[in-house]
């Protein structure tokens, strides 16, 4: 009985990898294993996670998220005003760190803050709106989401047009992330600890440094590799400790998923639907493939398919939304609400889902206005 319990509690603890992996397995049945497998993965972004992903572990040894929330309590007295700081600050950060980075920068916080302030009920909310803000906070600037960056290069788009195409969706996120925020309770709130201890200043320096690095693989100012040399040296030094605490299984989560897209696209059926059906819409199309292929496989595969790049490029910003495949940020949202051990997994997937839907819902209407 107690083994069974526990190969249970494992199985819920690791749903989202075991899924990524059943998946990634039942395209390789329709897609053999050849030389083409190597193209699937992102080794940069692979890097980007894990550099970043050590990082964040080394900040909280050092109770960094749990100081840094206690400021923002002092500051944004309730729970209104701290929720909607975090989230914009998630949104904005996005724009720099791209949406994976800014949420597994900015998560725990979300979490400390919550927790500190004895308030974790409303961690569902929270996270949902950080997931939200993190994927349509980065569509304004062509640096801001990965799948911007290959279709302003894949198409040559003029940088006022880009501007132009996506200012109204962004207005429109700003507005109804405004509005929800707003439905959330202003009562009083503080820290548990009112005393907290400033983290070691050489400490929080050397992290600060180390996650500039992580943050300039993503620009690619320099090698990929070298930024993972650097910040794996740096925690080995400093806390060796934080790299045995990275969340390897997102990790192989991402591995499985860029399997599981890279198949997908190269079964002929699959390359045969897009092809008949984006001609009749490639914004609605987009949208689609974003919800079954996440958004960045859907930009490389349906561009090879249409010109319209308005549409497109529309679509697979805020086709994010949706499922939690739709964007692999919402999958980091998902992995970290479960670690968290909030409530329910199935309550939070209901909220997101309806939440996330009816965002789609009005920026494929303000889509349909502008484009």
């Given at each position: 009985?107690?083994?069974s319990?526990?190969i249970l ?5 690791n749903a989202v ?19 083409e497998?190597?193209?699937y ?7 980007c ?6 990082v964040?572990?080394?900040?909280k ?7 840094l929330?206690g400021l ?6 309730t ?10 600050i998630?949104f904005?950060g996005?724009?720099i ?8 920068t900015?998560l ?8 500190e ?5 409303y961690?569902?909310?929270?996270f949902?709106m ?6 349509l906070?980065g569509?304004?600037?062509?640096f801001?989401?990965?799948?911007n ?11 006022g047009e ?6 109204p969706?962004f207005?429109?996120a700003v507005i ?8 959330i309770k202003p ?6 600890s ?17 996650f500039?690095?992580?943050?300039m693989?993503v620009?690619?100012l ?6 993972l ?9 400093t ?8 969340d390897?299984g997102?990790l192989?989560?991402?591995t499985?998923f860029?399997?599981?897209a ?14 008949e059906?984006?001609?009749?819409s490639?914004?609605f ?7 079954i ?6 930009a490389?595969l ?11 490029l529309v679509?697979?910003?805020?086709g994010?939304l ?8 919402s ?8 670690l968290?051990?909030a409530g329910?997994t ?5 909220k ?5 839907f009816?965002?789609l819902?009005f ?9």
């Amino acid at each position: 009985m107690k083994k069974s319990a526990l190969i249970l509690k494992a199985i819920k603890s690791n749903a989202v990898l075991i899924i990524a992996i059943t998946a990634a397995i039942i395209t390789c049945i329709f897609v053999p294993i050849d030389k083409e497998y190597i193209s699937y993965f992102d080794f940069k972004t692979l890097a980007c996670l894990f550099c970043t992903l050590a990082v964040v572990c080394a900040f909280k040894n050092i109770k960094f998220f749990i100081w840094l929330a206690g400021l923002i309590l002092k500051k944004f007295n309730t729970l209104r005003k701290s929720v909607t700081a975090l989230v914009f600050i998630t949104f904005f950060g996005s724009m720099i760190l791209a949406n994976d980075m800014a949420l597994i920068t900015f998560l725990p916080l979300g979490y400390y803050i919550l927790t500190e302030s004895d308030q974790k009920q409303y961690m569902a909310i929270t996270f949902i709106m950080q997931n939200i803000a993190a994927n349509l906070g980065g569509m304004l600037t062509p640096f801001g989401n990965p799948q911007n960056l290959y279709l302003f290069s894949y198409y040559s788009i003029p940088t006022g047009e880009f501007f132009r195409i996506m200012l109204p969706p962004f207005i429109t996120a700003v507005i109804l992330i405004i509005c929800v925020c707003l439905f959330i309770k202003p009562i009083h709130i503080e820290a548990k600890s009112q005393n907290i201890p400033t983290p070691p200043i050489w400490r929080m320096i050397v992290y600060a440094i180390l996650f500039v690095v992580s943050v300039m693989i993503v620009f690619r100012l320099f090698a990929y590799y070298w930024g993972l040399i650097i910040v794996f040296a740096g925690i080995l030094l400093t806390d060796r400790k934080a790299l045995k605490k990275v969340d390897y299984g997102l990790l192989m989560v991402f591995t499985a998923f860029f399997i599981f897209a890279g198949n997908l696209a190269r079964i002929p059926y699959v390359n045969q639907f897009f092809y008949e059906y984006i001609k009749i819409s490639p914004l609605f199309m987009g949208v689609l493939s974003c919800q079954i292929i996440s958004n960045v496989p859907s930009a490389i595969l349906l561009s090879k398919f249409t010109a319209d790049y308005a549409s497109l490029l529309v679509a697979v910003n805020i086709g994010g939304l949706g499922t939690p495949i739709a964007s692999l940020a919402s999958l980091i949202t998902l992995n970290q609400y479960r670690l968290s051990a909030a409530g329910s997994t199935l309550k939070y997937l209901l909220k997101f889902l309806i939440i996330n839907f009816s965002f789609l819902a009005f920026l494929i209407l303000t889509a349909l206005i502008f484009i």
